[in-house]
């Protein structure tokens, strides 16, 4: 009797590099591939603009978090993907993949918060710098790890950097490409709090969870701060004016009104 071949085990499924999830209103978004600290592929890159473009059309959504699996928040491109797959058409891979994903960032009417729980290296600040908050784990830190390499800041680190801390300090750290650690990061005002690292997740959830209980102006104020860095204060006027406009047939605002007149507390529904 000849030997029946012994069926193969299924191969594991690789586990997803992008886990979601969404409770109370907040949606999670997990950057997993810890074994590379969360560096960065273009299949990477397009899920996590497939779960923001969901968010945007869920009205169920009103904040989210972004942070990373294992001891990583982002290590940047991931550079044995890069060289492995044979695709340096980088020009190509920034502008289908890396833009998109940070332009739907800024347009995402729904504050984002960045949870950074270790290294946020190269593309990896950038996706952090791109988030409305960012709040870090004592032992995060940061490196515009671009220039170790050869490169320039992209995926919108030339663009964020400088406006939140100033051109000096945005060169320096570009162009040294020096670890920064948490503590500094706060004095340069890149980041908004620095908490001990069992408290990250919690911290980050805590004010995702207060943003999210918040009215739909919120949306709004981060469509109207968006152009003000570039605005001249005319131009900027006119964004306000046609904002309020908006904000003033908002549900939230007749409640907030409400609330208010009533001496009660306002329930909003971010719509
Ligand atoms: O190419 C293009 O598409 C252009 C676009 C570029 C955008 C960019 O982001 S360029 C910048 C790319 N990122 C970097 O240059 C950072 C590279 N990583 C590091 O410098 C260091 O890993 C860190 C400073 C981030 C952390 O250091 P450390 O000592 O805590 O960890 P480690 O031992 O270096 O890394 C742990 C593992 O992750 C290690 O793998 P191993 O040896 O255990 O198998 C390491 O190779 C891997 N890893 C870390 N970063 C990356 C990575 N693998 C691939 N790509 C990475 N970016």
Redesign the pocket.
């Known amino acids: 009797m000849s030997a029946q071949p012994v069926p193969a085990e299924p191969a594991a499924a690789a586990p997803a590099a992008l886990l979601t999830s969404v409770t109370g209103g907040v949606l999670t978004m997990t950057l997993n591939r810890p074994?590379?600290?969360n560096?960065?592929t273009p299949e990477l890159l397009d899920s996590l603009g497939d779960a923001l473009r969901s968010a945007g059309a869920d009205d169920a959504i009103r904040a989210v978090v972004i942070t990373g699996s294992g001891?990583?928040f982002c290590?940047?491109?991931?550079?044995?993907?890069?060289a492995q797959s044979g695709n340096?058409d980088?020009q190509t891979?920034?502008r289908d993949h890396?833009a998109p994903a940070i332009r739907l960032m800024r347009t995402l009417e729904k504050p984002i918060i960045a949870a950074v729980n270790?290294?946020a290296?190269?593309?990896?600040f950038?996706l952090a710098l791109a988030a409305d908050f960012r709040i870090a784990a004592e032992s995060a830190?940061f490196?515009q790890?671009?220039v170790?390499?050869g490169?320039i800041p992209?995926?919108g680190s030339t663009y964020f950097l400088p406006r939140l801390i100033g051109m000096a300090r945005a060169t320096e750290l570009a162009m040294l490409g020096d670890?920064v650690p948490a503590s500094r990061a706060l004095d340069l005002g890149l980041v908004n709090a620095v908490v001990p690292d069992g408290r990250l997740a919690g911290e980050a959830a805590e004010l995702a969870a207060r943003l999210a209980r918040g009215p739909r102006s919120i949306g709004l104020i981060k469509r109207a701060l968006e152009p003000s860095l570039t605005n001249e204060l005319e131009a900027q006027l006119e964004v306000e004016a046609t904002v309020q406009g908006e904000a003033t047939t908002t549900a939230d605002f007749f409640e907030g009104v409400g609330a208010f007149l009533g001496k009660r507390t306002a329930q909003f529904t971010g719509r």
């Not at 290590?75 to 890069?82: F, H, I, P, T, V």
């Not at 290296?121 to 990896?124: E, S, V």
């Open positions: 074994h590379v600290l560096a960065i001891r990583g290590s940047g491109q991931d550079l044995r993907y890069a340096l980088v891979i920034l890396y270790g290294v290296a190269g593309a990896g950038s830190t490196v790890a671009f170790r390499i490169l992209d995926m670890m």
